[in-house]
């Protein structure tokens, strides 16, 4: 409705007035009409403005409320499997060597033991077997911490299989602990090797310190089971450990399980043996029921 | 009444916001306007009534996509009467025809000055139908809208002198067909302003 100015002279002006006169008489609406068509038109403002509005405040609770029970159906099994998968993940982490649970699964796996001298034995060895990975998996990793927690378990593992092996008189289980044990003592030995190939950092350190005292601790625990054997350490000749009912078991004492390893092949610190080396003793042969 | 175009910016505005009486003051504003302009192109003064209805529901569920950018709103208003129109000329096989358009009472007027009346806007209506289609829109527009030249220019879908110039041309071949002479001593500046009245002063 800009403002247009333009000039007319009288002729556009009759003109116009013509126009007008014609619009007036033959185009403007009747008032009744005009009441009509304003009655309508604001009866259909008033219900498509009142519809927008409750559109705008419906639609969103609408949304909301459909959308919480979705969130929920979602959000809550999500939690949950969250709250599970936390458990878990924190329970396993924590009962890793050197995990604040650590000492709890040991306590736990050690009361779970079959009452049984042999099935105890098996278990035990089984559990020397885990102890002696996690102490090398931990290794890897440079975790000296969780290396002396699982080589600490090892070597109570290790007194508690050794003592009870002893106490049974049993000398075949006798040999088998020690042949078990032996066998790890190469592992840690090489393992130590290992480890001081990789230098002197602080962490290896630790570590190869942790494995030389598991080192001598089955060292000790294996000339302790040759003591209760009777027989002696190197009463065999300096053969190779051998699987219970091998046929190298006629020694004095039964079984030659680390019973023949002499102190000079011991592995040591700065030059463990390797299970490859053929001077060093054979630490393969394990019980046949592992 | 006739408000400028701020006042109507804000009655949109405001309409668009989902007020009532704003529109209803839209409806005031343009309805009379619109009703003439699609009085002059159906027959039946009832199409008339419902085209302007229909109008104005158009215009209120299309006003929240209106944006008052370029387009005047009395242009984009006129522009859906004029394809309103165009729709039912379309469907009804209709063509506008200023011979069936019914003339309103003429208040106290005797038969005599009523005659005369007549005359004159039977004139006026042969003139306007001698018009091409643009030219008689364009004039509908102007004086029987009331629509500014560009308010006009944006219902027709035209450029501004376009219209102006179609309303040129259409005046003229009016003062032909009616046979008024033009005095350019006499010219004088005159001032269109607004919808539905054009409010002259000069």
Redesign the interface.
Known sequence: ????????????????R?????????????PR??A???A???R???L??EA??IAAHVVPAVSRARRRPTTRRLVMPFLAAAIWLGIAVGSISAAQAGGPLYPARMWIEGAMLPSGVEARTAVELQHLDARLAEAIAAAAQGDAGAVAAALAAYREIADRASASASASGDGELEALVAAALEHHRVVLGAVADRLADLGNATAADAVETSIQRAIEQNGSVIERLEAAQGGGRGSTGGGSAQPRGAGESTSPGGAGYGADVDPDTRPQRTSPPSPVKPDKPDATPRGPDR | MTIDDAAIDRLVSEAQDGDPWAFGLIFDQYHEAIYRFIASRVQRPSDAEDLTQHVFVKALEALPRYEPRGVPFGGWLFRLARNAVIDHVRTRHEHAALDAIVEWAHGDAGPDEIAVVRQELDAVRAALASLTSEQRESIELRFFAGLSAREAAAAMGKQEGTVRGLQFRAIGALRRQLGIDGDPAGAVELRIAGPAGATTDG
């Open positions: 409705m800009d403002e247009d100015v333009q000039v007319m002279d009288a002729g556009d002006l009759e003109i116009e013509r126009l007008d006169s014609f619009a007036r008489a033959r185009l403007t609406p009747d009409a005009t009509r068509i304003r309508r038109v604001m259909e403002a008033r498509q403005f927008a509005r």
